[in-house]
């Protein structure tokens, strides 16, 4: 089946300092990907809808100043915490749809912790 | 919005056990997902479903569009399909796959040996 790749798959970084989180489709192409939010014990929550070659959209209630997302090629899109905090504190993952109307594929994840 | 329910929340239960997770929905959908959560967190997909079933080895999922439910199977259950499985659907006007997912809370299965 499709791959989709996170990196990194854990970050441990000091509140206030940015952090970027890669998504990577490996072996097909992705004008869309989706990131998630997963809090403990919680279930995910869409945070963004990444699109190439266009502006991510956003789920009400995630600030788009503070989650930038950049999807810079049709096999990579980004996801940047900046001026972290440690209520950002989570696990973030990303998907990418493949086949038109067909299965999601997840990235492994990310955890990050915000001290 | 569609709300998603899961249940049982939590499952505990024998290897060897027939292993039934349901998902229930309150917006007509056109497929369903189910997904499975490893400890570690990675996810997989397991199925996605518009109408009547699927089987893929010992895993069975059914889906009644009308009545807005899916049940998830399992038969000969394995200490090895321990994870938390999670259920979830696209947003009532989309086609299927490519649009971001509602997720339910997820059932946590322990198959104890």
């Known amino acids: 089946g499709a791959v989709v790749s996170q990196h990194p798959s854990w970050v441990i970084c000091k509140s206030g300092t940015s952090v970027k989180i890669e998504c990577r489709s490996l072996?097909?192409?992705?004008?869309?990907m989706f990131w998630y939010r997963q809090f403990p014990k919680q279930s995910l929550m869409l945070m963004a809808t990444?699109?190439?070659?266009?502006?991510?959209?956003?789920e009400q209630g995630v600030e788009k100043d503070k989650f930038l997302i950049n999807h810079a090629s049709l096999t990579l899109s980004t996801l940047t915490v900046t001026s972290a905090h440690p209520e950002d504190s989570s696990f973030y993952i990303c998907?990418?749809?493949?086949?038109?109307?067909?299965?999601?594929?997840f990235g492994p994840g990310t955890r990050l912790t915000v001290t | 919005k569609n709300e998603v329910e899961q249940s049982p929340q939590n499952l505990t239960a024998q290897e060897g056990e027939f292993i039934t997770i349901n998902c229930s929905y309150s917006?007509?959908?056109?497929?369903l997902h189910w997904l499975q959560q490893h400890p570690g967190g990675g996810i997989v997909s397991l199925f996605m479903?518009?109408?009547g079933k699927k089987k893929h080895g010992r895993l069975i999922a059914t889906i009644n569009i009308q009545e807005k439910h899916s049940s998830l199977h399992i038969t000969a259950s394995h200490p090895r399909d321990s994870a938390v499985y999670i259920c979830?659907?696209?947003?009532?006007?989309?086609?299927?796959?490519?649009?971001?997912?509602?997720f339910g809370k997820g059932t946590h299965l322990i198959i104890q040996p």
């Open positions: 917006v007509g959908i056109s497929a």
């Open positions: 479903l518009s109408s």
């Open positions: 979830a659907v696209p947003p009532e006007y989309s086609g299927g796959g490519a649009d971001g997912l509602t």
């Open positions: 990444s699109n190439e070659g266009s502006k991510a959209t956003y």
């Open positions: 998907s990418a749809p493949t086949g038109g109307a067909s299965m999601q594929y």
């Open positions: 072996d097909f192409q992705a004008t869309t």
